[in-house]
């Protein structure tokens, strides 16, 4: 068996969120792999991250340091992991390992910092980005737009080794009948908008999606994400009212999954994205997607009417009337979700993962 040092620290950096799935998706295959001797480096907070208490690591694998100082202690690499022979060392986030046996990975999810971050933040964080691509033997992109992304801020990066390797869509989202519920919801089944994912970054555009509500007077799910801002609220309780809005957090498959199933549609208006994992989560379950014509959203939405150049509140909420006037659209724009959505997988991620593994041993 050939040996393998995963570094866990991104289920100590969020609590959810788009990078915690990829990673736990590709470590709970991992560890059931044969030709791999697995062992991990983890933060004893962890626990408190919901992807990873899905995954069953065995003890003995683990080797766990303490998150006191964690702020600090997550841009500094790995420097002694006692191995003598060569070894794949694959981070979760931007770390790479300096013993010379290491064979470095490195996974680009997305470029958000160097395109919408000022200020110490951006620096801090595009200095390690960088050191890790720099210092990489191998580089994952999650999508054609994140590995032009990745040319056009290090040009001189060697395109031999930049391997573009899709994410996945989890088989727990699927369709449901119709009133199989689960969730306590103050809206009918199919009289809400739906928003999945973070909302305070200003790309993330999640005031359009308020403002769409607002104009069809239609209520509105926010599921994920961070905790709501008392600004956020403010403009949701003076634009949609008290009683039209709800935001359900650190929502289990299930969940979410029976979320999208009750939905109206999606609304998806960020302005930029690595890869997009919503929209396909939404796709599998049979829920209408509306998003922009922009960085990854394309090639992960595949093509349709309902993927818009025009970003603006009226051309969305336009799509949203044609899904309601016309049936036989929206059960066409169904279909062709659930069609396009099969073209993702975790576990040909999961393998084309392991053949860049392969190739560097």
Same mark, same amino acid.
């Given at each position: 068996?050939?040996?393998?040092?995963?570094?866990?620290?991104?289920?100590?950096?969020?609590?959810?969120g788009?990078?915690?799935?990829?990673?736990?998706?590709?470590?709970?295959?991992?560890?059931?792999?044969?030709?791999?001797?697995?062992?991990?480096?983890?933060?004893?907070?962890?626990?408190?991250?919901?992807?990873?208490?899905?995954?069953?690591?065995?003890?003995?694998?683990?080797?766990?340091?303490?998150?006191?100082?964690?702020?600090?202690k997550?841009?500094?690499?790995?420097?002694?992991?006692?191995?003598?022979?060569?070894?794949?060392?694959?981070?979760?986030?931007?770390?790479?390992d300096?013993?010379?046996?290491?064979?470095?990975?490195?996974?680009?999810?997305?470029?958000?910092?160097?395109?919408?971050?000022?200020?110490?933040?951006?620096k801090?964080?595009?200095?390690?980005?960088?050191?890790?691509?720099?210092?990489?033997?191998?580089?994952?992109?999650?999508?054609?737009?994140?590995?032009?992304?990745?040319?056009?801020?290090?040009?001189?990066?060697?395109?031999?080794?930049?391997? #573009? /390797?899709?994410?996945g *869509?989890?088989?727990g989202?699927?369709?449901? %009948? @119709?009133?199989?519920?689960r &969730?306590?919801?103050?809206?009918?089944?199919?009289?809400?908008?739906?928003?999945?994912?973070?909302?305070?970054?200003?790309?993330?555009?999640?005031?359009l999606?308020?403002?769409?509500?607002?104009s069809?007077?239609?209520?509105?799910v926010?599921?994920?994400?961070?905790?709501?801002?008392?600004?956020?609220?403010?403009?949701?309780?003076?634009?949609?009212?008290?009683?039209?809005?709800?935001?359900?957090?650190?929502?289990?498959?299930?969940?979410?999954?029976?979320?999208?199933?009750?939905?109206?549609?999606?609304?998806?208006?960020?302005?930029?994205?690595?890869f997009?994992?919503?929209?396909?989560?939404?796709?599998r379950?049979?829920?209408p #997607? /509306?998003a922009?014509? *922009?960085?990854?959203?394309?090639?992960?939405? %595949? @093509?349709?009417?309902?993927? &818009?150049?025009?970003?603006?509140?009226?051309?969305?909420v336009?799509?949203?009337?044609?899904?309601?006037?016309?049936?036989?659209?929206?059960?066409?724009?169904i279909?062709?979700?659930?069609?396009?959505?099969?073209?993702?997988?975790?576990?040909?991620?999961?393998?084309?993962?392991i053949?860049?593994?392969?190739?560097?041993?």
């Amino acid at each position: 068996m050939k040996n393998i040092l995963l570094d866990n620290i991104i289920f100590s950096l969020q609590r959810s969120g788009g990078i915690s799935v990829v990673w736990q998706e590709h470590i709970s295959r991992l560890v059931k792999n044969k030709f791999f001797s697995c062992r991990f480096i983890e933060y004893d907070d962890a626990p408190r991250n919901i992807f990873r208490n899905n995954i069953d690591i065995p003890a003995e694998y683990i080797e766990t340091f303490s998150s006191r100082f964690l702020q600090v202690k997550r841009y500094f690499n790995i420097k002694d992991s006692g191995y003598k022979t060569p070894y794949i060392f694959h981070s979760s986030y931007y770390r790479i390992d300096t013993n010379k046996f290491a064979k470095n990975i490195t996974t680009l999810h997305d470029f958000n910092y160097e395109y919408f971050i000022k200020g110490i933040r951006k620096k801090i964080h595009s200095y390690q980005k960088g050191f890790a691509i720099n210092n990489s033997d191998a580089i994952i992109c999650i999508s054609d737009s994140t590995r032009r992304d990745l040319f056009h801020f290090y040009p001189h990066i060697n395109k031999d080794i930049v391997h #573009v /390797i899709h994410n996945g *869509v989890n088989p727990g989202f699927h369709r449901i %009948g @119709k009133g199989n519920h689960r &969730l306590s919801l103050p809206f009918e089944e199919g009289g809400f908008i739906l928003y999945v994912g973070g909302h305070h970054a200003p790309y993330k555009n999640f005031n359009l999606a308020i403002e769409v509500c607002q104009s069809l007077r239609i209520p509105f799910v926010i599921a994920g994400g961070e905790q709501l801002l008392e600004q956020e609220k403010a403009v949701l309780d003076s634009k949609l009212g008290k009683s039209n809005y709800i935001h359900l957090w650190n929502l289990p498959t299930a969940d979410l999954n029976e979320l999208y199933n009750r939905a109206l549609v999606l609304v998806y208006p960020s302005l930029y994205e690595g890869f997009g994992i919503p929209i396909l989560e939404a796709q599998r379950a049979g829920c209408p #997607v /509306i998003a922009f014509a *922009v960085s990854s959203i394309p090639e992960v939405m %595949g @093509k349709t009417d309902f993927l &818009l150049e025009d970003k603006t509140v009226d051309a969305v909420v336009e799509a949203i009337k044609e899904l309601v006037n016309r049936p036989s659209l929206k059960d066409d724009e169904i279909k062709r979700g659930l069609s396009n959505s099969d073209l993702f997988s975790w576990d040909r991620t999961f393998e084309e993962t392991i053949e860049v593994y392969k190739s560097l041993l």
